[in-house]
Structures are given as C-alpha cells and as structure tokens.
C-alpha cells in the first residue's frame, strides 16, 4: 500500500489474477490444463431436442394463442372461454417445458 490510499480498499489486480506460475490469486490456483472447469454441467450442454421442444411450446405461446384469441369474435358463445382458457394453457405448457428443458438428469 501507498501513503496515498489513505487507508481505505485499494483493489490490486495482482492479487486476483493468477501468477505466470498458475499460483496465486484470490480465487486459489488456477485450473491447470488437465483439471475439470469449475462448472462442467454447464459445458456440455447442447441445443438438441429439448431446446426445439421449447421453441416449438414458444411458437404455441406467442402466435398460435394470440392468432386464435383474435379470431374468435366477441359475439360468439366461447369468447369468454377464448379469453380465459387460451392465455392460460399455453402459459401453463411454457412453464412446464422450460423447467423440463433445462433440467438434466
């Protein structure tokens, strides 16, 4: 530390950063070439049939629902129905999907 600090947090990269080593830091030693990443769920993750799955329930959410309340009139007997029921199924379906997507076994 300096004099010019005034005793106050001076943030150091130095001391956050790995060494030219591999050694040091805050976080401890860096992960070496041979060591797991720190979260190895999340890189081997893939857009496979599940994420098209999603896409799919998103297509049902945003356009076929609305596209469907729009064109029942509001005369007709099921407008209310349209109203009610139509928002909700596909909200219901969304939430279902999106936590079945993105949970993996």
Known sequence: MTSSDDGGYVHDPATFDADADGEGGADGPA???DEE????????????????????????AFLVAPTAIYLVP???????????????APAVLLAITAVWATTRP
């Open 31 to 33: 992960a070496g070439p």
């Open 37 to 60: 990443p720190a979260h190895p769920s999340t890189a081997d993750r893939e857009f496979d049939w599940r994420g098209w799955t999603l896409v799919g329930v998103l297509i049902v």
């Open 74 to 88: 509001p005369g007709a007997e099921g407008y209310r129905f349209a109203l009610l029921i139509l928002p909700l």
